[in-house]
């Protein structure tokens, strides 16, 4: 396979897009952002030697344009209705001769959800239909090719309010799923850009391929012992029923509030008793990829010093 060069980012302008522009841009790709119109948020967050294209996610022929003369596609979509329109882009893609498109994975194992988690499964419904797409794709378009990614939780996003609500900082409290021994996947932002350069670094083993990876596994009693350690304070720890959490998503379910839901539905995925989602060796593409794993302990001390608590 030749390599792969230019890289276009498609809705690469906040937290997840900005690390992987970086990283691409440091690795000596060529990137250009593909942006909405109605972005808000794109040109100021671009580099300035990042070149914008500014098109509607919906529209084939506009896609088709802005991919032309790129060798990869990453998509960084973020809502829903984004995530859908990923097909479309898809079809761009493989009519502008694009060899490898990167879907808005990003998180959980969407190839390994656990019978249990059947809300999960619905909620993320629009993923997974996007990676069947790409697998029907790559085998009717010659030359097309695509990667998953898996990385677990944003280690240094998703802890607080913001994401998970494992640890709140300002109230110095911490919620804990079961017992709290349970270990779970998690990457840091710039650890999850790393690993796309590395994808697209070795284009011939990660073709057609779901891979996953991680900064490292950890457990919510290893984070909230770190976190006192660091702070040298003490954290009141409520405890909560996997069971009860997953009531609570189904009636946020009903209550129409999806995002509050999901919060639950992946707290349970991850941490309840016997979950089984870390990340093991055997699946672990960290190696394949040429991404060493990070130290646990001072990438919640990098954390601490953003949120300003230590
Ligand atoms: N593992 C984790 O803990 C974790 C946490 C958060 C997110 N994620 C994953 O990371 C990926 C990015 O998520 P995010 O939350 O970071 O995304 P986001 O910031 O909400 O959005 C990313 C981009 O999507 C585009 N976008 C936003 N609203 C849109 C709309 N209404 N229609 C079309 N495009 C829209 C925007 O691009 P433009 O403005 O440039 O067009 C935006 O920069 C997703 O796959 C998400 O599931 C994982």
Redesign the pocket.
């Known amino acids: 396979m030749v390599p792969i060069k230019t890289v276009a980012v ?8 900005s690390s992987i522009v970086h990283e691409l841009l440091s690795a000596g790709f060529t990137v250009t ?4 119109e ?5 040109t100021p ?1 671009f580099p300035d030697s990042v070149p914008i294209k ?1 098109v509607d ?1 919906t529209s084939f022929d506009a896609l088709k344009a802005a991919f032309r003369n790129q060798d990869a596609v990453v ?5 829903a ?3 859908v ?1 990923q097909k479309i882009a898809i079809d761009a893609a493989a009519e502008a001769g694009i060899k490898r498109f990167i ?6 194992n969407t190839r390994k959800l656990r019978p249990l988690s059947h809300s999960l499964r619905k909620i993320l419904g629009d ?1 997974i239909a996007v990676v069947n797409y790409l697998e029907e794709k790559a085998q009717e378009v010659d030359g097309f090719t695509w990667t998953g990614l898996s ?5 240094d ?2 802890l607080d309010d913001s ?2 609500g494992i640890i709140n900082l300002k109230d110095k409290t911490a919620t804990v799923v079961d017992s709290g021994d349970e270990k779970f996947q ?2 840091n932002l710039a650890q ?1 850009s790393r690993a796309v350069v590395g994808i697209l670094k070795h284009p011939e083993a990660t073709a057609n391929r779901y891979l996953a990876m991680a900064s490292f596994n950890i457990s919510q009693n290893e984070l909230i012992a770190m976190v006192e350690e660091l702070t040298k304070s003490k954290l009141a720890v409520t405890r909560v029923r996997w069971s009860d959490l997953e009531l609570a998503g189904e009636l946020k379910l009903v209550a129409e509030d999806g995002p509050a839901a999901f919060v639950d539905f ?1 707290r349970v995925h991850t941490s309840a008793d016997g979950a089984g989602n870390a990340l093991s060796e055997e699946e672990s593409a960290n190696g394949l990829i040429g991404l060493p794993y990070e130290d646990v302990k001072s990438s919640v001390e990098s954390w601490l010093r953003r949120e300003g608590a230590l």
């Open positions: 498609l809705g690469g302008s906040r937290n997840l897009g952002g593909i942006t909405r109605a972005s808000t948020s794109s967050t500014k996610y998509s960084v979509v973020g809502v209705a984004a995530v329109d879907p808005s994975e990003f998180g959980i993923k990385t677990g939780l944003f280690l996003w998703g994401g998970l998690a990457s999850v992946l």
